[in-house]
């Protein structure tokens, strides 16, 4: 079956410490692959995506992933993590051919000071 | 400011009601699409338009419908509402090259 999973429901980690969130999927073919983080009480905004070529994409806020077809993952990093860094962070794939995005369950990140 | 706009952002509403939440675009983009997010289910899609017409359906119950409008704004109708249905409904504009997600109207139903 198609899907996607992150493994940590929630990660708790020091300011200035580095960060990678997981993200595995199941499809048949390398879907379009995206992370997105949401704050509380707001709407998602799209950190990062994949498409094709270079297997290590740059994002907003100093992120950045790696796609590994061998995997199945796009694992999202931050070298040193800031307070404001503190949200939700979903990652979703969009499945060969379609519009619409699977979402993973998400993992909740804390930073503590 | 992500430039899709969600209206209302709050809506309490009773058991067995109907209500109707509307979605503006991100100027430009032809498609709308609506998603769910709740504890249970986590972000689930619900249905796409493109341009007036539906183009794609997801987990979304009988009970809801959705237009999309000539002017491309669009409003997602939950109807027979039950407790479950108590969720954060996104609209997102856009294309699977990475839509904008609006802020999300809060639903609940007591």
């Known amino acids: 079956a198609q899907s996607v999973t992150q493994p940590d429901i929630h990660i708790t980690v020091s300011e200035g410490a580095s960060l990678e969130l997981r993200c595995n999927y199941s499809y048949g073919a390398t879907p379009y692959l995206f992370w997105y983080v949401q704050s509380p009480g707001q709407g998602l905004q799209l950190l990062l995506k994949?498409?094709?070529?270079?297997?290590l994409v740059q994002g907003i806020k100093g992120f950045e992933a790696e796609f590994k077809r061998s995997q199945s993952s796009f694992n999202l990093r931050k070298p040193s993590v800031h307070w404001s860094d503190a949200a939700e962070y979903f990652c979703?794939?969009?499945?060969?051919?379609?519009?619409?995005?699977?979402f993973g369950t998400g993992t909740r990140l804390q930073v503590f000071p | 400011d992500s430039g899709v706009t969600q209206t209302p952002k709050h809506l309490i509403t009773a058991t067995g009601q109907r209500v109707t939440l509307r979605c503006s675009p991100r100027s430009g983009d032809l498609s709308v699409y609506w998603y769910q997010q709740s504890l249970d289910q986590g972000l689930q899609f619900l249905i796409q338009?493109?341009?007036?017409?539906?183009?794609a359906k997801g987990n979304i119950l009988e009970r809801f419908s959705a237009q999309q409008f000539p002017d491309l704004h669009s409003e997602l109708n939950l109807s027979s509402l039950e407790l479950g249905d108590s969720a954060l409904y996104f609209c997102a504009s856009g294309s699977n090259y990475g839509y904008t997600f609006g802020s999300g109207t809060r639903l609940t139903v007591v």
């Open positions: 979703a794939v969009a499945p060969y051919n379609t519009d619409k995005l699977i």
């Open positions: 338009y493109y341009n007036g017409e539906e183009r």
């Open positions: 994949y498409f094709s070529g270079d297997t």
